[in-house]
Structures are given as structure tokens and as C-alpha cells.
């Protein structure tokens, strides 16, 4: 389907009424000009895949509703050479086989002129065929799997289309890791969804940490379409860990952690990439301890994400939660910056573009390397990420210091 700034899913829209919230970050003309829809000829077409149904559909239409923002943006700065941009969208419903068909239904059909997406790993791996076969640019925002990385460096040539803005999952596992050794955490649980993302993660994490005398204590994974929270909620409080990682960008993750708490009620829990993030859903969580999120970016970190989350809770009703409704608008925007650095869509001159420009976005300024993956980290030009804990006001960022 084509989406338009006028409608998202049929999500209902929430006036602005000043435009002092952009000056950091959006044009206060922002709301003047709507996307084109898809069919005319002074259009450029984005194809966003992302899970609109089946259990991370939550995650899904975070996804779209970032890239929505991005484009309006886009526009209202005059679009690309004076073209509009549009989106047309690709339910992926989680699965590979129709992440893949729906990536080649947009290119080949709607004739987009770059891809975004997917959400999880194993679809983005399937479309990262079809960018090149295609010898299309595919800008990754969630997808955390070093394969899609590994695969740019080990076969250039044929995958030199693929970037990823989002961090990879070593640069994760640093991540998490720094947190864990400023709480001084000593051993910790990982439980989560039974998918390839989050079992790389684990095994990722479970060598950084390593490094800092940190060690898992108790893993497992539960079926993230028929959830047994019982038993690993269980086993994992038996355990004694100083606190629970739990990887599930799903509303599962809520579920799971409402009965951590029943079993011990005084254990930390870490949510990393999921939907503890929304501000709604953890209103519901109980706070008897410590509940801490990872995202890219949040309110306070910066003028312009805290100007993004202003704007995403006028639109859609809640701040975003800080990764899937994050990284897919600086993917959009990351593209948009290239296309018009390079004066063109054409996916071999803009290649270079992204290999070697600065593209700010929300999260900071996006640079690549050899492997076509953004630096996170803690280099000084690096992007960095951040910890909030949710407390009975709302959330406090926590980490990195500041």
C-alpha cells in the first residue's frame, strides 16, 4: 500500500499548535506540506519493510509511523531536487519468505528507488538479496545480526548497496556491557524470544562481558507465538542474578516481566530493543525494582531527539520508544541527506555518498565503515546509545554520564 502524510493505518491525527517545537530539528513549515501519493511523475518513492501483522506488529507500526515523520520532513524541506518523497509499504508479517516477495514487489511494481527495513534479522538477511540482485541501496535500521555486515565486507561487490544505521550486535553487546559494569554487575540472567536476534545477542553479550568479569548466570528463550513465561521466570529469579536482560522487542516482554516480579519482586531487569520502552506499557509494570531500557536516543539527550520525541508523542499519543520508531527515521533521513548530497537516486552514484559523508540525525551524526555499518560506541565521534530507569514520574536517563 502508499502512504501519505494524511493517513497512517488509519491512525488519527493530533494538531500542533506552535512551531517553536522545531527549531532545533523541523522546519516550522513542517505541517504545510503533506507527501504526494505514489503515481506521479515529480515523486521519488521509498519502499519500508517492517511486520504490520503477526506478533511484532506493534513494532511494525512504530517503524512506519517514524518513516511517515521522515518523509514529511523530507518534504517539508523541499523534498529531493524539488521531487516529493513518498513511502509505499511491505508487511513483512515476520516471516523471510514474505519479507523477500514484498521487497520484490516493491521494486519490481511500485518502482521504488531505495529500500528500508526489515525488522528482525532473518528477514532483513532475505531482502538483502533481493538489494542485490537489484542493485539497490537498502538502508537497515533495526536488524542487528553481524551476518548483514559481515556479508558487505566478505563480498563487496555484491552487497556494497546495504547500510546499516543501527548498531550491530557487538557494538550491542559493548553497549550493554559498559551499563552492566557501571551498575557493577557482577552476573546477570538473559531471557527473551527464541528468535536469531536475540540469540546472537546472548551469546554475543555473553563473551564482552566476559572482559569485565561479568557472566551469565541463567539463558534461556520461550516461543515468542506460544510464550511459557512461568518456567523461565522462575529459573531465572532461582538463579540469583544481580539483574534480568531481557531481549523481546514484543509486548511479551511486559507479560514476562509482570511475572519476574511475582517471583522476585526486589530483581532489576534490563529491556533491550523492546516495548518496555512505551511509556503506556510501563505504567503497568511493577516498580519494586529497578526497571531499565536501551534505546538509541531519548528525550533530554539532545535538542534534536528530544524535539523528535515532542513531535512523535503529538502525532501518534505516546514518545516513541526509542529504537524501532527511532533508527527508522534517521534511516530515512540518512537516505534522504545522501540523495541529495549525490544530486541523484541512482543507487551507484549514491553509494559512495554514504560511504564517505556525515549524516545527523536524531541518535547523532551517522558515519559508515568499510563494512557499511554506522560506529556506535565510545569513540569520540561515535554514536553512543543511552540506559534510562523507569520511575514512578517517568524515565530518567541513567547512562551514559553526562
Not at 534479522?121 to 551476518?147: D, Q
Not at 563487496?156 to 547500510?163: I, K, N, P
Not at 513465561?229 to 540469583?240: C, K, N, R, Y
Not at 524535539?307 to 520508544?321: D, F, H, K, S, T
Request: glycine share 8%.
Amino acid at each position: 500500500m502508499t502512504v501519505d502524510s494524511g493517513s497512517l493505518l488509519r491512525l488519527p491525527r493530533i494538531l500542533i499548535g506552535t512551531a517553536a517545537l522545531f527549531l532545533h530539528f523541523f522546519s516550522p513549515a513542517f505541517f504545510a506540506a503533506p507527501c504526494v501519493a505514489a503515481g506521479r511523475s515529480d515523486t521519488l518513492k521509498i519502499g519500508v519493510l517492517a511486520p504490520l501483522s503477526g506478533p511484532y506488529a506493534a513494532g511494525g507500526t512504530s517503524f512506519l509511523q517514524a518513516a511517515t515523520l521522515a518523509v514529511e520532513k523530507a518534504n517539508a524541506e523541499g523534498g529531493v531536487s524539488g521531487r516529493r518523497v513518498t513511502i509505499v509499504v511491505g508487511d513483512t508479517q515476520g516471516r523471510v519468505d514474505v519479507a523477500k516477495s514484498e521487497a520484490l514487489r516493491l521494486v519490481s511494481r511500485e518502482k521504488v528507488s531505495a529500500l528500508v527495513g526489515a525488522y528482525l534479522s532473518e528477514e532483513t538477511v532475505g531482502v538483502m538479496e533481493v538489494a542485490a540482485a537489484e542493485r539497490m541501496v537498502l538502508i537497515v535500521p533495526v536488524a542487528a545480526t553481524a551476518e548483514i555486515t559481515d556479508k558487505v565486507r566478505q563480498e563487496y561487490d555484491r552487497y556494497r548497496y546495504v547500510f546499516r544505521v543501527g548498531y550491530s550486535l557487538p557494538q550491542w553487546a559493548e553497549m550493554i556491557a559498559a551499563f552492566l559494569s557501571d551498575r557493577k554487575v557482577g552476573r546477570y540472567a538473559f531471557v527473551g524470544a527464541g528468535i536469531r536476534w536475540n540469540r546472537e545477542l546472548g551469546e554475543t553479550l555473553e563473551r564482552i562481558a566476559a572482559t569485565r568479569g561479568i557472566k551469565p548466570v541463567y539463558t534461556a528463550f520461550y516461543s515468542p507465538g506460544n510464550p511459557a513465561f512461568d518456567t523461565v521466570a522462575v529459573a531465572a529469579a532461582a538463579a540469583s542474578p544481580d539483574i534480568v536482560i531481557l531481549a523481546d522487542p514484543g509486548r511479551n516482554s511486559v507479560s514476562f516481566l509482570k511475572r519476574l516480579r511475582e517471583s522476585a519482586p526486589a530483581l532489576p531487569a534490563l529491556s533491550v530493543g523492546g516495548a518496555l520502552g512505551d511509556a503506556r506499557l510501563a505504567a503497568s509494570v511493577p516498580l519494586s525494582a529497578p526497571v531499565y531500557v536501551q534505546a538509541a536516543a531519548w528525550r533530554g539527550i539532545s535538542p534534536s531527539a528530544t524535539a523528535y520525541v515532542e513531535l512523535y508523542e503529538q502525532r501518534y499519543g505516546a514518545p516513541p520508544v526509542g529504537y524501532s520508531d527511532t533508527l527508522p527515521f534517521d534511516a530515512v533521513t540518512v537516505l534522504v541527506a545522501a540523495w541529495r548530497k549525490a544530486g541523484s537516486v541512482a543507487s551507484a552514484v549514491v553509494v559512495p555518498v554514504l560511504e564517505s559523508g556525515a549524516f545527523p540525525g536524531v541518535a547523532g551524526t551517522y558515519r559508515f565503515d568499510a563494512a557499511h555499518q554506522a560506529y556506535w560506541g565510545s569513540a569520540p565521534e561515535a554514536l553512543r546509545g543511552t540506559f534510562v530507569r523507569w520511575e514512578r514520574g517517568g524515565a530518567r536517563i541513567v547512562f551514559p554520564p553526562r
